[in-house]
């Protein structure tokens, strides 16, 4: 049977029926996937091995991560996170507590992209930029997890968070898609999401001028992700974004799924306008929840109201769907909701079926925030301003906080212990003996 033969999955009076079989592998190799609920595959066993070839690369990072991650979207508890742009940031997250990490396009674009430029959301950096990121972070882990082994601390925190990674509308088609999912599980992401937006027009969520391409081709891209996944033999996590709820150009009208939607009208550039909303997201979301783990319907506000709605047209025909929601820093919280509804969000949000809960720009306007106060106020008081900050760091760490001994953060008592062994047991270099940290941080030093 080809790949795609006409429609990867047909509606009718609001079903969806899926013409294509749903794919499992049987075999040892891939004896997780043969679960009941298993995403469908619109391709055989044999398409699969043909495309793995003959040497089998375990990626160990993104397999253990993935597994974990399911675990976690499988309690009685929303999969809350942040978004982290560094890999301090992450190690910091994971410190104070958080299970998982969400690794923002946005941030990438803006401060954290292998072209070394801020950029808008829309798809101006270079592809490799997020695998880049989330090798960074996964990186960080692995430091922090050595150093609390040298340290007598084996085992006692799992530190490889699940990341959570934006694949953007993919950077093309379908074939982008798979060798960019491919990059993602080689550096190690848990999961990954992609929207339907048309990505030569890509625009943040929250911007205006989107432009959808159809769901037929949406689906496309999705089987293509599933597809890398399968070939890598990596369960991975994959999220479908839907932004319909707010686009309100079409690129083509190709799909009778679509058709309800358009208004009859067309752009200078071609496009054809329909009309935005939650049932456009609902009948997106519903057409893509076959090929999908979880679905993301982005808003453009918080609205309790509107994500039961969606929730609601998902489940009556998927119960039990897994959903993401974007709890985003372009809500201006404290003008749309009162003290007692922020404060109930999340938990009303997981009863709707939203398992998987994050702030995109948590790491953007963390770092940005607070070394403008530092600045300010360092501006204004000089010495005095860094030494009240320094104070906090010190305050912090009855909540767990590390970093005040920032050559300890970073691996300097680890590459002492390779100096000993190297030498033998000993060293007269290590670097953390008769260091400023030692006299001025330690414990007995600070008290």
């Not at 079903?15 to 619109?42: C, E, H, K, W, Y």
């Not at 940031?89 to 401060?111: E, F, H, R, T």
Request: glycine fraction near 8%.
């Amino acid at each position: 049977m080809g790949l795609y033969c006409g429609h990867l999955a047909r509606q009718r009076q609001g079903d969806i029926v899926p013409d294509l079989p749903t794919f499992s592998f049987d075999g040892p190799a891939n004896g997780a996937r043969s679960r009941d609920g298993a995403p469908a595959r619109p391709y055989t066993d044999e398409d699969v091995a043909r495309l793995r070839g003959s040497v089998r690369i375990e990626h160990t990072l993104a397999r253990r991560g993935a597994e974990r991650l399911r675990k976690l979207l499988a309690r009685e508890e929303p999969v809350a996170a942040l978004g982290c742009l560094t890999g301090g940031q992450a190690v910091q997250a994971v410190k104070a507590g958080l299970n998982a990490i969400y690794l923002s396009g946005w941030q990438v674009a803006a401060d954290a992209n292998t072209a070394g430029e801020t950029y808008p959301d829309q798809s101006l950096y270079p592809y490799d930029s997020v695998p880049k990121v989330v090798e960074r972070i996964n990186n960080a882990f692995q430091r922090a997890d050595q150093i609390d082994a040298v340290e007598g601390h084996a085992g006692e925190r799992e530190w490889f968070a699940p990341i959570v990674a934006d694949m953007e509308a993919g950077f093309g088609g379908p074939l982008n898609v798979f060798e960019l999912t491919k990059a993602m599980i080689a550096a190690g992401a848990a999961g990954v999401h992609l929207e339907d937006q048309l990505a030569a027009e890509k625009k943040c969520g929250h911007l205006g001028g989107k432009v959808l391409i159809p769901t037929s081709q949406a689906i496309r891209n999705l089987v293509a992700a599933r597809l890398a996944m399968d070939v890598l033999d990596v369960p991975t996590v994959l999220v479908a974004r839907t932004d319909a709820d707010a686009a309100n150009l079409l690129l083509s009208d190709v799909d009778e799924r679509d058709k309800p939607f358009l208004t009859g009208e067309r752009t200078p550039e071609g496009f054809f306008r329909v009309r935005p909303g939650i049932d456009q997201a609902i009948a997106r979301g519903l057409a893509y929840a076959p090929y999908c783990d979880l679905i993301w319907c982005e808003t453009s506000h918080p609205s309790l109201e509107e994500a039961k709605a969606f929730a609601d047209g998902i489940h009556a025909q998927f119960p039990g769907k897994m959903l993401a929601y974007n709890c985003s820093p372009s809500f201006n919280w404290k003008r749309k909701l009162d003290e007692t509804t922020i404060a109930q969000f999340r938990t009303k949000l997981f009863a709707y079926g939203y398992r998987f809960q994050f702030i995109t720009l948590a790491g953007w306007h963390a770092l940005n925030h607070a070394m403008f106060e530092l600045a300010h106020d360092y501006a204004a008081r000089g010495m005095s301003a860094y030494a009240d900050f320094q104070a906090r760091e010190f305050a912090s760490e009855s909540f767990g906080y590390t970093a005040t001994r920032h050559q300890r953060e970073v691996g300097t008592g680890y590459f002492d212990e390779v100096a000993k062994i190297v030498g033998g047991g000993t060293s007269s270099t290590t670097a953390l003996t008769g260091s400023t940290e030692e006299a001025q941080f330690t414990p007995t030093a600070v008290a």
